[in-house]
């Protein structure tokens, strides 16, 4: 069930995600997200840098863009899936 | 099917969330969009009042480089010129995604003062702040500046808006009262200048790297010549003057050697001259046309059309070895290449259907683009930071200008003033605001 949850998440910030011109495939930044149970997100941390700026921050806008996500509302799966989880963006799909 | 991928890229993610650890979500895709921006109107003194507004020349700017979509000023909540008056809320209504403010002032020193802030709305951060002061005169050179600033901050790409474009203008060609000049405008078409004028043609004009300098052919004599002129001064120096073709002058990187197209020994061939003792070098030996050089970012190989092949395709020679390698292989015309910036794409003119377009190709993945759809497209010149690149075109039989961004998404035309305006050449990076480079059209 956590799994539909994370899909969604993963759609979500998929359709927010924008990338700058200098975004290359093999980029990777990792973010940090925290959640309260209604799934408003809190805190968004880069925990890891591509190494170019504007690559970072198109993730963190992808994620802050969401402001919410849905969440489970069993408090055991979201305390243990969704209360903090990392997000690492890779992309694969760009023209270079 | 898009069921299917969906659920093939979630078990990718999956794989690769098990592989991170057991928290970690894989983006691995995403939906580009223009980037949404807002560029309020500058607050400005009552003394600039006959000047096209600061922001709107900055918008127009953004606008152009087809990655940004600014808001009308009509549809924005808020007009905040100072930082303490930015409320993000405002403008994540709007699904703006940065916000660019500013005011303009006239100094002490009676110069013109620009002061700006762009912040990241979804982000809530101010992301860079100057001033900036240059000569009233050079209120278009400032403007362009901030789009800069603000382009590079966004993209990770250094803007081109500060540049200037060479092209030639005829009128009445081909007629006893034919006249050419050879004019210099900013990237967006304003402000041109006259930097040569001459009763016979004018061609193929390009720019040294420092900006400072020229190189075209002119038949002012009767005969074609190379000609390099100094911008500033507007002093010029005949290169050569070879019985048959003299042409494409073109610099080297390193602004000391010119590449050009010589037919002194027979069919056109390419050479290479050193500027500091004027010797020739020939680079290619073939009874084909070798024609249209142009340089790798770092000198090292030359670009160029030839027919060797039975019809015009684009080569590569390295200088220092002397070996050609064909690059292009779809169509049955492709010519006039550039190399962009990081030398792995090229941009050249492609008939297709019998059709002439301006057309983009991966070298690596061997994948060719057409960007352009007017019929009679030529001569790509790309922007220094390879973002965009303006070509000539035919309007109701009159030659224009045409510019298209690189991906292909935004496409305008130049205003002309009358007569046929051809050959564009896009400006290396330029110091507008360094005082010492000559503005146009004050």
């Known amino acids: 069930m956590a799994q539909s949850y994370r899909q969604r998440i993963y759609e979500t910030v998929v359709a927010n995600w924008s990338r700058p011109p200098s975004a290359r495939n093999g980029m990777e930044a990792s973010l940090l997200v925290e959640l309260v149970p209604t799934g408003d997100i809190v805190n968004v941390t880069l925990v890891r840098s591509s190494g170019n700026t504007a690559f970072d921050r198109s993730a963190e806008s992808a994620v802050r863009k969401a402001r919410r996500f849905d969440v489970p509302k069993e408090s055991e799966i979201f305390e243990r899936y969704f209360r903090r989880f990392t997000l690492l963006f890779r992309p694969e799909d760009l023209l270079r | 099917m898009i069921r299917i991928m969906l659920s093939l890229l979630l078990l990718l993610a999956q794989a690769g969330w098990a592989a991170e650890s057991l928290d970690t979500i894989i983006i691995d895709t995403g939906y580009d969009k223009q980037t949404r921006i807002a560029v309020v109107p500058f607050r400005t003194g009552p003394e600039y009042a006959n000047q096209q507004p600061m922001a709107d020349i900055v918008s127009f700017d953004l606008a152009r480089s087809g990655q940004f979509a600014p808001l009308p000023s009509d549809n924005m909540l808020a007009f905040p010129s100072e930082p303490s008056e930015v409320f993000f809320r405002d403008w994540r209504i709007l699904g703006v995604e940065y916000v660019l403010i500013g005011s303009v002032s006239t100094g002490a020193n009676g110069n013109t003062r620009v002061r700006y802030t762009l912040f ?68 967006d078409g304003e402000r041109s200048r006259t930097l040569f004028s001459s009763r016979q043609p004018i061609m193929s004009a390009s720019w040294a790297p420092d900006g400072r300098r020229i190189a075209y052919v002119s038949f002012e004599t009767g005969r074609p010549a190379i000609v390099v002129q100094d911008i500033a001064s507007g002093a010029r120096e005949l290169l050569t003057q070879f019985t048959g073709i003299n ?85 049955d015309y492709n010519a006039r290449a550039r190399l962009l910036p990081g030398g792995k794409h090229l941009v050249y003119v492609h008939r297709q259907n019998g059709v002439f377009h301006i057309a983009w190709q991966d070298l690596e993945r061997d994948d060719v683009r057409v960007l352009t759809q007017t019929a009679l497209d030529e001569s790509p010149s790309l922007a220094p930071n390879g973002a965009m690149l303006i070509y000539a075109t035919q309007d109701q039989g009159r030659g224009i200008l045409g510019v298209v961004s690189i991906d292909g998404r935004v496409k305008y035309r130049l205003p002309s003033s009358a007569g046929d305006v051809r050959e564009p050449a896009w400006s290396p990076f330029l110091d507008t605001l360094s005082g010492t480079w000559l503005s146009g059209g004050e």
């Open chain 2, 247 to 331: 042409g494409s002058p073109v610099f080297s990187p390193d602004g000391t050697q010119l590449a050009m197209v010589l037919s002194r020994d027979g069919d056109p061939e390419i050479y290479v001259m050193n500027l500091a003792d004027r010797r020739l070098r020939r680079l290619t030996r073939h009874h084909a046309i070798d024609t249209e050089p142009s340089w790798s970012e770092d000198g090292r190989y030359i670009i160029f059309t030839s027919d060797r092949g039975g019809r015009p395709q684009i080569y590569q020679l390295e200088l220092a070895t002397n070996l050609i390698e064909r690059l292009t292989f779809q169509g």
């Open chain 2, 120 to 187: 990241d709305v979804f982000n809530e951060r101010q992301m860079s702040s100057d001033e900036l002061s240059a000569t009233r005169s050079q209120w278009r050179d400032l403007a362009h500046r901030v789009a800069d600033v603000a382009y590079e901050a966004i993209t990770g790409v250094r803007g081109a808006f500060s540049t200037r474009i060479l092209y030639v203008l005829a009128r009445n060609a081909g007629s006893p009262n034919a006249s050419y000049s050879l004019e210099m405008a900013d990237s």
